[in-house]
């Protein structure tokens, strides 16, 4: 059995675990520096991590009390520095991690994206991955030109024919082998394997060619996110790995039971998609000091920034709500799977505080605590029962929680043979993390798409 591991994070002086900034090993005055992220980016390449999975939101959270002024009080999710920015720094540093990077559909040209992905693709030598997101946040929309979100349902179908552009201009515009480079000739790129991709649709307008030529994976390794029925389809339609978020392993078994079912019903091979659930681990060299560790952790626990966090999610402002209230179910344009894990959960009536104390370490996914020998037990029951392929890592104490997992879960995970094996010679992402060629596969629905006519 192998089990992957992506790290988790984000260019925020906090990601998952609001308040744990404040923790005494928290390097939180350097998250915005270049040698921080460089540091982190070789640390978890050496615990044996196949990816840097870097979140990304274009708004601030502004729903919780009505204003942004909680999230600038507690450093939640803000600020924000940009990730694709970055990553060019972070591949020069390490020799074969991949790099998630989280870009929204939303708010940007598919054309830009396209060239900006392709570029990333070049420079890191097909480490790319990108996360596809639709974003929730009606900061985002105001600050971004909109005057409110577009409705979520349709955010997707309009996400549908960003991706149809992406796919003409990564796969369908510039033929393998037309870049010359022919100084006996002076011919740099044979036009004739160049081909306009003539889109036009409900949405999107794009007449031209791609203006990069293709990078090492042509599309980048396509991770995907959506949890609600339609952000699901849009998985099946379009992802290559599937980030699923539940502290109950059984839950996110049928989700992935579901999904692979759909990938089927789609002609895709179901197993050639992995699945990554989101877990923080809190570790130490035996149990009790571990229970100690997560003890101290509470200590720098802030709950109104736990809700600052969740409202920015769910759309919903718990502010005005006693602590011992139980929160409702209600429709936004949020993001829907976020706040239904809480108002639909069959096991149990969340209250405000619940929510507040479940949120403030690893936000909505599991926590794990123990020894390394119980730590690396419940991951693999937990991948048994789910049926997921490996784990995005959250780290509650920024970079300690990682450097304990290269100390502590490292080593017992090689131990027992659970870690990929670290790639000895440069290989694209695709190729180490999926164990694929470096190309979209045949039955991905990229690849079925027409050529555009000449
Ligand atoms: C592990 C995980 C990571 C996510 N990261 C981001 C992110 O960085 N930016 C973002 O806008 N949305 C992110 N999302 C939200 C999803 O893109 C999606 O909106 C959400 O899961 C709700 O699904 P739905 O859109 O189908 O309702 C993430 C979701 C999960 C489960």
């Given at each position: 059995?192998?089990?992957?591991?992506?790290?988790?994070?984000?260019?925020?002086?906090?990601h998952?675990?609001?308040?744990?900034?404040?923790?005494?090993?928290?390097?939180?005055?350097?998250?915005d520096t270049l040698?921080?992220w460089?540091?982190?980016?070789?640390?978890?390449?050496?615990?044996?991590?196949?990816?840097?999975f870097?979140?990304?939101?274009?708004?601030?959270?502004?729903?919780?009390?009505?204003?942004?002024?909680?999230?600038?009080?507690g450093?939640?999710?803000?600020?924000?520095?940009?990730?694709?920015?970055?990553?060019?720094?972070?591949?020069?540093?390490?020799?074969?991690l991949?790099?998630?990077l989280?870009a929204?559909?939303?708010?940007?040209?598919?054309?830009?994206?396209?060239?900006?992905?392709?570029?990333?693709?070049?420079?890191?030598?097909?480490?790319?991955?990108?996360?596809?997101?639709?974003?929730?946040?009606?900061?985002a929309?105001?600050?971004l030109?909109l005057?409110?979100?577009?409705?979520?349902?349709?955010?997707?179908?309009?996400a549908?024919?960003?991706l149809?552009?992406?796919?003409?201009?990564?796969?369908?515009?510039?033929?393998?082998?037309?870049?010359?480079?022919?100084k006996?000739?002076?011919?740099?790129?044979?036009?004739?394997?160049?081909?306009?991709?003539?889109?036009?649709?409900?949405?999107?307008?794009?007449?031209?060619?791609?203006?990069?030529h293709?990078?090492?994976?042509?599309t980048?390794?396509?991770?995907?996110?959506?949890?609600?029925?339609?952000?699901?389809?849009?998985?099946?339609d379009?992802?290559?790995?599937?980030?699923?978020?539940?502290?109950s392993p059984?839950?996110?078994?049928?989700?992935?039971?579901?999904?692979?079912?759909?990938?089927?019903?789609a002609?895709?091979?179901?197993?050639?998609?992995?699945?990554?659930a989101?877990?923080?681990?809190?570790?130490?060299?035996?149990?009790?000091?571990?229970?100690?560790r997560?003890?101290?952790?509470?200590?720098?626990?802030?709950?109104?920034s736990?809700?600052?966090?969740?409202?920015?999610?769910t759309?919903?402002?718990?502010?005005?709500?006693?602590?011992?209230?139980?929160?409702?179910?209600?429709?936004?344009?949020a993001?829907?799977?976020?706040?239904?894990?809480?108002?639909?959960?069959?096991s149990?009536?969340?209250?405000?505080r619940?929510?507040?104390?479940?949120?403030?370490?690893g936000g909505?996914?599991?926590?794990?605590?123990?020894?390394?020998?119980?730590?690396v037990?419940?991951?693999?029951r937990?991948?048994?029962?789910?049926?997921?392929?490996?784990?995005?890592?959250?780290?509650?104490?920024?970079?300690?929680?990682?450097?304990r997992?290269?100390?502590?879960?490292?080593?017992?995970?090689?131990?027992?043979?659970?870690?990929?094996?670290?790639?000895?010679?440069?290989?694209?992402?695709?190729?180490?993390?999926?164990?694929?060629g470096?190309?979209?596969?045949?039955?991905?629905?990229?690849?079925?798409?027409?050529r555009?006519?000449?």
């Amino acid at each position: 059995m192998t089990i992957y591991f992506n790290a988790f994070d984000m260019l925020v002086p906090v990601h998952q675990s609001p308040g744990l900034w404040r923790h005494p090993e928290s390097r939180v005055e350097e998250f915005d520096t270049l040698h921080y992220w460089t540091e982190l980016s070789q640390t978890v390449e050496r615990a044996g991590f196949s990816c840097l999975f870097l979140a990304d939101i274009p708004g601030v959270y502004d729903v919780y009390g009505g204003t942004a002024e909680a999230a600038a009080r507690g450093g939640v999710q803000y600020p924000l520095l940009d990730p694709q920015v970055i990553v060019p720094a972070l591949a020069a540093a390490t020799t074969h991690l991949g790099f998630g990077l989280t870009a929204s559909v939303t708010y940007e040209a598919p054309y830009a994206l396209a060239r900006r992905f392709a570029t990333l693709d070049h420079l890191t030598g097909g480490r790319i991955a990108w996360n596809i997101v639709t974003s929730y946040q009606d900061s985002a929309a105001r600050n971004l030109g909109l005057t409110e979100q577009i409705p979520h349902d349709e955010r997707y179908d309009r996400a549908d024919e960003y991706l149809e552009v992406m796919y003409k201009l990564f796969e369908h515009s510039i033929d393998d082998g037309a870049v010359l480079a022919d100084k006996s000739t002076g011919v740099f790129v044979d036009p004739e394997r160049v081909h306009p991709i003539v889109h036009q649709g409900r949405w999107f307008t794009v007449p031209g060619e791609m203006l990069t030529h293709p990078g090492p994976q042509r599309t980048p390794l396509l991770f995907q996110a959506g949890s609600s029925a339609r952000g699901q389809q849009f998985a099946v339609d379009h992802g290559e790995a599937i980030f699923v978020i539940s502290s109950s392993p059984e839950r996110l078994a049928r989700q992935v039971t579901d999904t692979r079912a759909a990938l089927l019903q789609a002609q895709r091979d179901p197993e050639s998609v992995k699945f990554f659930a989101m877990a923080t681990i809190i570790v130490a060299e035996t149990e009790a000091l571990a229970q100690a560790r997560l003890e101290e952790y509470r200590q720098y626990v802030d709950t109104a920034s736990a809700l600052t966090l969740f409202g920015g999610w769910t759309g919903v402002d718990l502010s005005d709500l006693d602590e011992e209230d139980v929160i409702a179910d209600v429709q936004t344009e949020a993001n829907q799977s976020a706040l239904a894990m809480f108002t639909r959960d069959p096991s149990k009536r969340w209250t405000v505080r619940d929510v507040a104390e479940f949120v403030s370490i690893g936000g909505r996914g599991p926590l794990i605590v123990g020894d390394p020998r119980q730590v690396v037990d419940e991951l693999v029951r937990f991948k048994k029962i789910s049926g997921v392929d490996g784990f995005n890592i959250s780290a509650a104490v920024r970079p300690a929680d990682f450097e304990r997992f290269e100390e502590f879960v490292t080593p017992e995970l090689r131990r027992r043979g659970l870690l990929p094996e670290s790639p000895d010679h440069p290989v694209t992402l695709r190729e180490s993390l999926l164990q694929e060629g470096p190309h979209l596969r045949p039955d991905h629905p990229a690849r079925r798409l027409a050529r555009p006519a000449p």
